[in-house]
Each structure stands twice: as structure tokens, then as C-alpha cells.
């Protein structure tokens, strides 16, 4: 791991065993983008860039080649209105809203470890000699803007991730109107874009395409990263696949609204950015203040997209998720949502308590109509005490009942939203996200809470921290269940396009406070299932609730594109009951259990419904994925079928850190009459060792990766699974 710059090149080269990454310092002022990719030893040249009299292509005002021209030229971070008609990286602006400007190189400074991004989350490191970091300063001398470019490379991860903070050194405030987290510019245009769109229900769908002329812009302006898109994207070569193949990730550590463009030139030359979305975005930096972008991890992998996955795994599970449980083993739950909705009693709660703790399950997790007079989603959010007509005992008498059956208790809060049919709410109505004068929209029939405000926070803090510190909690699913509009604060100090953004922070802010004083509770994001699943709520949350949707189908396609960036120990997965709550699909419990056990494994049904079968078939699955859970959420993750390429299968193989032992799932979702035999090749194990099946065959892992085994003639049906675990023996 170094990095260097050489005066003779004028160049920045950071590299490790993994990857180089090579920036150019052009005119004495611009940053060029000079190589990313694999390793190289050293940069022997200053850029070489081919400079040429482009048609309406402008040159700078202190240059008098006509063949140098930022129109062209790749760049590390672009300004505005100053000859580069590509989409810049900022803008910003004075008293006059004139927006010509540009952040021309000033200097740097290279240091050992990484730096906190004050109220932000991002990647760290325990120890300096880690990780390396470069600063670039940037400098406007018109304006007194300053920017500082920050590019922190890992000694064992192909990664590299870029921020920039902005700092005003003059004497007028200035106006951010833009600020992207990272901008870089690629030679060439032979790509494809890899992105993960989707809906509730339907999160993280893999998406891949040609790159073409023009601008490909995904984003969110719904106040959150949402379910719509993912604030990632990949650019791939055309024959990249699972194994071989350059990618190239792009991930922004937010949880709030973001951009991401893909822009390809007149000249084939490919820009890709990353950031906050300008849309709501608009930030008053007074004279002396700095301004922070959140930070974006960016991935190189040769071997293809599980070589990027791996590393996006890897990566943020031991230099992103924190705290005490960011390698312990997570407990299978059960959450008595689907099974019992807003109608129960807490004779109920204590029956399902009852026979899970028979069954093996070790946390029960008591999920929403605990509160207020809730009995519906119409009321009662904001209002954090217990209802008493359902649990007249009070939640501390429930989670002592729970705690004694061998269990642990969690609790559903969902505190960023109010009811309009709430104390809260008749107590302070101007508490929530809105635009004064303007009707306020409505999603589940509540709305966003200002979380802008200090004063807000700290009374739904005091509110929770008023529980927690009367009841053992263990765990706690956190919920987000609808969008932001209207998007204003009553504050009158607080500018309206810096509402999203401080909305973010102060959420930050809150659920930095809960994890440092409840160190020992396991939280979980939720935002109806999977839309607000990113590197941001990763940060405080170690685990997140992948999808409402827990038909086991359609969880092939979900947790296959969710695991193209997040580890698996971040993924909770469980088993519900058929016909299926939100697709009325019927399939099997085996099938089911096999898909819930390739993520955290939980129960999502009501346990007193089940046969004495069931219950039988739910024990074994529960002992069997104890056995193993530890490799499963901890282990190498690989994709090997992918449930977009026909529809008819999927498969994917767990394989612990010495290749000791591995677990193979594969899964048959549509079946065909007489069906040729399939041959499925396994990756990920040693092929200097030898493995026996579970079902007693003894095979080499040369054997098992290049030539394969034949699946088991005997799956026959839709809906179907089978399991193989293999351990290593002596040759």
C-alpha cells in the first residue's frame, strides 16, 4: 500500500497489491484521470492525454493552445460554466448567482489512516498503517472556495473511496447548489451499466445494459434512498460474467436523497458521478463553515462480479458495520407480523413465545400495534407508551414472560413518522416534514416527522430512551414506511433546500446516540422491507429487513441482487407461511427454509397454526442452520445461477475462510417433462482438496468446480430445493 507523487510525471499514484489508482496534474491546475484499473508498478510518463483542436472546443483563458481544452480532457472533479459542457461535479454560487467557477489545484498532503467524516458514516480503520489517504486541495481564488478532494486507499481491499469537503475562506457566504461525492472520466465507453431498480416488494432487480450516447441518471428525490433505486451502479466489460471480467463498482455511504449519473461524451469518454441529489439540495456556507459529502466506495475487480461483490462484502463488514455484534452469529427470530398483523393480545404473543421457544427459536420480536391506541396504521405513531388493552401486564412483565421461556425480546418502533391521529401530533402539528401554506400529502396515512429539528429528536428520544431503560430489549427493528414531500421545515432558521440533508444528519445524530447508550442491542433497518437498505444505515444497523415480500421466489431474486454489494450477515431473511401473504404463491417449507437460511433466518407466521409435521420439519431446520450459521453469515459468498438468466433456477454456494467446508443450495423454480440431466459446477473450494457430500460421495474439488456433479434426478416439481454440504477429508 502507497502513495506517491512523482514531480517529474505530476502524478498521484495510489496502489496496493490490488489495484492502482492514478490522478495527473495538468497545466499546473487540472486534475486529470489518468488510470484505474489493476496494479501497476509505476507511473513512468506525465499524462499523455492526445491533445487536438476539437471543433467548439473553448481553452482556457491563460492558455494559448487551442489543442488543450476541458471539453475533452478527463477529469478527477469538473467545474461549471467554464468550457466543460458535461455535467459538473459542483456548483455553487454568490450574491450575483453567477455560477462561472473552478477549483483549480492548489496542493496536497498525504497521511497514514483515514479520517472521520464529522456526522457522516464511512468507512474507518482501527489502525493507521491500514489504510493511506490524499488530500487535494482545490481552490477558488475568485470565490475563497476551497475543496478538498479526499481519496483513502486500503492496504487489503481493492477500494478505493473519495469524499470532498468545501470550505469557505472569504468574506460572503456562498450558496452549494451541487456537490458531488466523486466524479471520474473513463478513456472509453465499451460498457455496460449494472444498476438495481425496483418497487416494494420487488427490491434490488438486476438491471444490465449498454452504455449509449447521453446521460443515464438514476436517483432518488423521495427524501430516502427508497426502493426505487440503489444508490450503487457497476460499469462492466461486455464479456465480464460472474468469474472473469473487469468491474467496476460505485457505492455512496447515504441514506438520503442521491444521484448518480453515467455520462458518455462526443468522444466515447464515459463520466460517472455520485452523490447528493441537487434536486431538494441547496446549502448556505457562511464565511469559515465547510460543507461534507458523504463518501463513495469505489471497487476493482478482474474476476468478475462476485470478485466485486466479495469485495464490497468484505469491505463493509469489517471497516463499515461497528459494534458488538458486527461478527456475532445473529439470532433466528420470530416476528409475529404476518402471523397475527395488528390483532393480538398478549395471550397470544406469550402462546407463539411458548411454542417458538420449543422449536428453537431465540429471539421473539413483538412488531407493530404495541403503542398508543393502535390498531391500525391511522394512529397512534409518535406516541411511544404502551397500549394497554392489548398488553395490560406492560411490556416489561411481556419481555420478562419471554426472557424466561430462553429467549430474547425485540420491539418494532417506527420513530421518524407521526399520526395525525396522535397526542404528538394535536401537540405540535408543525413537528412534521412540510411546506407551510401548502396541503400536506399523506402516505399510509401518516406523515414524516422533522427531523431537522432538534426539539423533535430529542422528545422521540426521550421517549424511547423511557422504554429501553425500563424494559430488556434485545433487539430492535427500526421502520420507515413512507416518502418525503413537501419537503420544509416550520424552523424559520432552516433554508428549505437544506431540509433532506439535515433531515439525514439528524437522523445520524439519533441513532449514533442509541448505539453508544445500548451497545448491546441488535438493531435492524427496516423501510417496508428493503427501501432504505445502504452503506448508511449499515453504519449504525448491522442487519436490515431485505423485503416485506417473503415469498421464497421471489426472495431468489431479491437477496441475489442485494447480495451483489451487501455481506450476507446484513440480510434477514424468513420463513413465512402459504399461500404467500403478498403473491398467494404456494411452496414448500423445504424451499422456503432454504432460502431463508441463505440470509439471517427467521419466521415470519403464527407457530400455533403449524402441524405436528411442521413443527417437526421446523426444529430440524432450525438445529441444522445453527450448525451452520456462522459460515453462512460470515463465510464467502459466491453466485453461481442467476434467477434473471431463465427463470427456472438459481444456485449459490457458502464457503468458509479455509475451504474447509462448504454448503451448496440450488433451487428449481419452474420444472420441465422430460428435462435433459443438469450438470451444475461448484466454485469457491480448494482444488488441492477433497470433499464428502452429504450424501456420501467422495470428490476432489478439481473434480467438483471443472467437471461438476449431475443434480439429483429425483427434483421434480416447481418450487423445489435441494442442500449439499461438503467437508474436506484427507486424501
Same mark, same amino acid.
Given at each position: 500500500?502507497?502513495?506517491?507523487?512523482?514531480?517529474?510525471?505530476?502524478?498521484?499514484?495510489?496502489?496496493?497489491?490490488?489495484?492502482?489508482?492514478?490522478?495527473?496534474?495538468?497545466?499546473?491546475?487540472?486534475?486529470?484521470?489518468?488510470?484505474?484499473?489493476?496494479?501497476? !508498478?509505476?507511473?513512468?510518463?506525465?499524462?499523455?492525454?492526445?491533445?487536438?483542436?476539437?471543433?467548439?472546443?473553448?481553452?482556457?483563458?491563460?492558455?494559448?493552445?487551442?489543442?488543450?481544452?476541458?471539453?475533452?480532457?478527463?477529469?478527477? *472533479?469538473?467545474?461549471? =460554466?467554464?468550457?466543460?459542457?458535461?455535467?459538473?461535479?459542483?456548483?455553487?454560487?454568490?450574491?450575483?448567482?453567477?455560477?462561472?467557477?473552478?477549483?483549480?489545484?492548489?496542493?496536497?498532503?498525504?497521511?497514514?489512516? !483515514?479520517?472521520?467524516?464529522?456526522?457522516?458514516?464511512?468507512?474507518?480503520? &482501527?489502525?493507521?498503517?491500514?489504510?493511506?489517504?490524499?488530500?487535494?486541495?482545490?481552490? #477558488?481564488?475568485?470565490?475563497?472556495?476551497?475543496?478538498?478532494?479526499?481519496?483513502?486507499?486500503?492496504?487489503?481491499?481493492?477500494?478505493?473511496?473519495?469524499?470532498?469537503?468545501?470550505?469557505?475562506?472569504?468574506?460572503?457566504?456562498?450558496?452549494?447548489?451541487?456537490?458531488?461525492?466523486? %466524479?471520474? #472520466?473513463?478513456?472509453?465507453?465499451?460498457?455496460?451499466?449494472? /444498476?438495481?431498480?425496483?418497487?416494494?416488494?420487488?427490491?434490488?432487480?438486476?438491471?444490465?445494459?449498454?452504455?449509449?450516447?447521453?446521460?443515464?441518471?438514476?436517483?432518488? !428525490?423521495?427524501?430516502?434512498?427508497?426502493?426505487? *433505486?440503489?444508490?450503487?451502479?457497476?460499469?462492466?466489460?461486455?464479456?465480464?460474467?460472474?468469474?472473469?471480467?473487469?468491474? *467496476?463498482? $460505485?457505492?455512496?455511504?447515504?441514506?438520503?436523497?442521491?444521484?448518480?449519473?453515467?455520462?458518455? #461524451?462526443?468522444?466515447?469518454?464515459?463520466?460517472?458521478?455520485?452523490?447528493?441529489?441537487?434536486?431538494?439540495?441547496?446549502?448556505?456556507?457562511?464565511?469559515?463553515?465547510?460543507?461534507?459529502?458523504? @463518501?463513495?466506495?469505489?471497487?476493482? %475487480?478482474?474476476?468478475?462480479?462476485?470478485?466485486? %461483490?466479495?469485495?464490497?462484502?468484505?469491505?463493509?463488514?469489517?471497516?463499515?458495520?461497528?459494534?458488538?455484534?458486527?461478527?456475532?452469529?445473529?439470532?433466528?427470530?420470530?416476528?409475529?407480523? @404476518?402471523?397475527?398483523? $395488528?390483532?393480538?393480545?398478549?395471550?397470544?404473543?406469550?402462546?407463539?413465545?411458548?411454542?417458538?421457544?420449543?422449536?428453537?427459536?431465540?429471539? $421473539?420480536?413483538?412488531?407493530?400495534?404495541?403503542?398508543?391506541?393502535? =390498531?391500525?396504521?391511522?394512529?397512534?405513531?409518535?406516541?411511544?407508551?404502551?397500549? &394497554?388493552?392489548?398488553?395490560?401486564?406492560?411490556?416489561?412483565?411481556?419481555?420478562?414472560?419471554?426472557? &424466561?421461556?430462553?429467549?430474547?425480546?425485540?420491539?418494532?418502533? @417506527?420513530?421518524?413518522?407521526?399520526?395525525?391521529?396522535?397526542?404528538?401530533?394535536?401537540?405540535?402539528?408543525?413537528?412534521?416534514?412540510?411546506?407551510?401554506?401548502?396541503?400536506?400529502?399523506?402516505?399510509?396515512?401518516?406523515?414524516?416527522?422533522?427531523?431537522?429539528?432538534?426539539?423533535?429528536?430529542?422528545?422521540?428520544?426521550?421517549?424511547?430512551?423511557?422504554?429501553?431503560?425500563?424494559?430488556?430489549?434485545?433487539?430492535?427493528?427500526?421502520?420507515?414506511?413512507?416518502?418525503?414531500?413537501?419537503?420544509?421545515?416550520?424552523?424559520?432558521?432552516?433554508?428549505?433546500?437544506?431540509?433532506?440533508?439535515?433531515?439525514?444528519?439528524?437522523?445520524?445524530?439519533?441513532?449514533?446516540?442509541?448505539?453508544?447508550?445500548?451497545?448491546?442491542?441488535?438493531?435492524?433497518?427496516?423501510?417496508?422491507?428493503?427501501?432504505?437498505?445502504?452503506?448508511?444505515?449499515?453504519?449504525?444497523?448491522?442487519?436490515?429487513?431485505?423485503?416485506? +415480500?417473503?415469498?421464497?421466489?421471489?426472495?431468489?431474486?431479491?437477496?441475489?441482487?442485494?447480495?451483489?454489494?451487501?455481506?450476507?450477515?446484513?440480510?434477514?431473511?424468513?420463513?413465512?407461511?402459504?399461500?404467500?401473504?403478498?403473491?398467494?404463491?404456494?411452496?414448500?417449507?423445504?424451499?422456503?427454509?432454504?432460502?431463508?437460511?441463505?440470509?439471517?433466518?427467521?419466521?415470519?407466521?403464527?407457530?400455533?397454526?403449524?402441524?405436528?409435521?411442521?413443527?417437526?420439519?421446523?426444529?430440524?431446520?432450525?438445529?441444522?442452520?445453527?450448525?451452520?450459521?456462522?459460515?453462512?453469515? $460470515?463465510?464467502?459468498?459466491?453466485?453461481?445461477? %442467476?434467477?434473471?438468466?431463465?427463470? /427456472?433456477?438459481?444456485?449459490?454456494?457458502?464457503?468458509?475462510?479455509?475451504?474447509?467446508?462448504?454448503?451448496?443450495?440450488?433451487?428449481?423454480?419452474?420444472? &420441465?417433462? +422430460?428435462?435433459?440431466?443438469?450438470?451444475? !459446477?461448484?466454485?469457491?473450494?480448494?482444488?488441492?482438496?477433497?470433499?464428502?457430500?452429504?450424501?456420501?460421495?467422495?470428490?476432489?474439488?478439481?473434480?467438483?468446480?471443472?467437471?461438476?456433479?449431475?443434480?439429483?434426478? #429425483?427434483?421434480?416439481?416447481?418450487?423445489?430445493?435441494?442442500?449439499?454440504?461438503?467437508?474436506?477429508?484427507?486424501?
Amino acid at each position: 500500500m502507497n502513495i506517491v507523487y512523482d514531480q517529474n510525471t505530476q502524478t498521484f499514484h495510489l496502489s496496493n497489491k490490488f489495484v492502482s489508482y492514478v490522478i495527473a496534474v495538468e497545466e499546473d491546475k487540472y486534475l486529470s484521470h489518468y488510470y484505474w484499473g489493476k496494479k501497476i !508498478k509505476k507511473v513512468h510518463s506525465p499524462s499523455d492525454y492526445p491533445r487536438k483542436d476539437r471543433a467548439f472546443a473553448p481553452n482556457p483563458d491563460h492558455i494559448q493552445d487551442r489543442h488543450f481544452s476541458l471539453a475533452t480532457l478527463p477529469q478527477e *472533479y469538473s467545474g461549471t =460554466d467554464i468550457g466543460d459542457f458535461r455535467v459538473s461535479s459542483y456548483t455553487y454560487t454568490d450574491i450575483t448567482g453567477l455560477r462561472a467557477n473552478h477549483l483549480n489545484y492548489h496542493g496536497y498532503s498525504i497521511f497514514n489512516g !483515514k479520517k472521520t467524516l464529522q456526522g457522516l458514516p464511512h468507512t474507518y480503520v &482501527k489502525l493507521e498503517q491500514e489504510a493511506m489517504t490524499l488530500e487535494i486541495q482545490l481552490i #477558488d481564488s475568485s470565490h475563497g472556495m476551497s475543496a478538498f478532494l479526499q481519496y483513502t486507499i486500503f492496504e487489503d481491499h481493492p477500494v478505493v473511496t473519495r469524499s470532498v469537503r468545501f470550505q469557505n475562506n472569504g468574506e460572503e457566504a456562498l450558496s452549494i447548489k451541487r456537490a458531488m461525492s466523486m %466524479s471520474i #472520466d473513463l478513456p472509453d465507453s465499451d460498457y455496460d451499466l449494472i /444498476q438495481f431498480p425496483g418497487a416494494w416488494g420487488r427490491e434490488r432487480e438486476v438491471l444490465r445494459s449498454s452504455l449509449v450516447r447521453g446521460i443515464h441518471t438514476l436517483d432518488s !428525490k423521495r427524501g430516502t434512498t427508497s426502493h426505487t *433505486y440503489q444508490p450503487f451502479l457497476a460499469l462492466v466489460r461486455k464479456d465480464t460474467d460472474e468469474f472473469s471480467g473487469e468491474a *467496476y463498482g $460505485f457505492h455512496l455511504i447515504y441514506s438520503g436523497e442521491f444521484l448518480g449519473n453515467v455520462e458518455v #461524451d462526443s468522444f466515447s469518454q464515459t463520466r460517472v458521478q455520485l452523490g447528493i441529489n441537487p434536486e431538494h439540495f441547496e446549502w448556505k456556507l457562511g464565511a469559515g463553515e465547510t460543507f461534507q459529502t458523504p @463518501e463513495v466506495v469505489m471497487s476493482y %475487480s478482474e474476476e468478475g462480479l462476485n470478485g466485486m %461483490s466479495r469485495s464490497f462484502h468484505e469491505l463493509y463488514q469489517n471497516k463499515l458495520i461497528r459494534g458488538k455484534h458486527q461478527y456475532r452469529e445473529r439470532p433466528v427470530l420470530i416476528n409475529n407480523w @404476518e402471523g397475527t398483523y $395488528f390483532n393480538f393480545t398478549e395471550e397470544k404473543i406469550l402462546n407463539m413465545a411458548e411454542i417458538s421457544a420449543e422449536l428453537g427459536i431465540e429471539l $421473539f420480536v413483538l412488531d407493530d400495534g404495541w403503542f398508543g391506541k393502535r =390498531d391500525d396504521d391511522y394512529s397512534s405513531l409518535g406516541d411511544w407508551t404502551v397500549y &394497554k388493552n392489548k398488553l395490560p401486564n406492560g411490556l416489561k412483565a411481556l419481555s420478562d414472560a419471554i426472557h &424466561k421461556k430462553g429467549m430474547k425480546f425485540g420491539l418494532w418502533f @417506527e420513530p421518524e413518522m407521526v399520526s395525525e391521529d396522535s397526542d404528538l401530533y394535536r401537540s405540535h402539528p408543525d413537528w412534521c416534514i412540510h411546506t407551510p401554506g401548502i396541503p400536506k400529502s399523506r402516505g399510509r396515512s401518516q406523515l414524516v416527522l422533522d427531523f431537522s429539528r432538534k426539539e423533535v429528536r430529542d422528545n422521540i428520544l426521550s421517549q424511547m430512551k423511557a422504554i429501553l431503560d425500563e424494559v430488556p430489549i434485545d433487539y430492535i427493528k427500526w421502520d420507515y414506511n413512507r416518502n418525503m414531500t413537501e419537503l420544509g421545515s416550520a424552523a424559520p432558521e432552516i433554508m428549505p433546500g437544506e431540509v433532506a440533508h439535515r433531515y439525514i444528519l439528524g437522523l445520524y445524530e439519533m441513532l449514533e446516540d442509541l448505539v453508544t447508550t445500548y451497545p448491546d442491542i441488535l438493531f435492524e433497518s427496516c423501510s417496508g422491507g428493503g427501501g432504505r437498505y445502504d452503506p448508511g444505515m449499515l453504519y449504525y444497523m448491522p442487519q436490515t429487513w431485505t423485503s416485506d +415480500n417473503t415469498d421464497a421466489a421471489s426472495r431468489l431474486e431479491i437477496q441475489y441482487g442485494t447480495s451483489m454489494m451487501f455481506p450476507i450477515s446484513s440480510m434477514g431473511s424468513h420463513v413465512s407461511d402459504v399461500p404467500n401473504h403478498q403473491v398467494n404463491r404456494y411452496s414448500s417449507l423445504e424451499m422456503r427454509g432454504h432460502v431463508a437460511m441463505s440470509g439471517n433466518l427467521g419466521y415470519e407466521l403464527d407457530v400455533t397454526k403449524l402441524t405436528e409435521p411442521e413443527k417437526e420439519a421446523v426444529k430440524e431446520q432450525i438445529s441444522w442452520y445453527k450448525s451452520y450459521r456462522k459460515l453462512i453469515q $460470515f463465510g464467502n459468498f459466491y453466485r453461481i445461477l %442467476s434467477p434473471y438468466d431463465n427463470k /427456472q433456477h438459481t444456485a449459490w454456494i457458502f464457503v468458509d475462510q479455509n475451504k474447509e467446508t462448504a454448503i451448496y443450495f440450488y433451487y428449481q423454480i419452474m420444472d &420441465k417433462a +422430460n428435462k435433459p440431466s443438469k450438470m451444475l !459446477k461448484m466454485t469457491g473450494l480448494d482444488s488441492e482438496k477433497t470433499y464428502r457430500l452429504d450424501d456420501g460421495r467422495i470428490l476432489g474439488g478439481d473434480e467438483l468446480m471443472y467437471r461438476g456433479i449431475y443434480l439429483d434426478p #429425483d427434483l421434480s416439481g416447481d418450487y423445489k430445493s435441494r442442500c449439499i454440504v461438503l467437508h474436506s477429508i484427507e486424501s
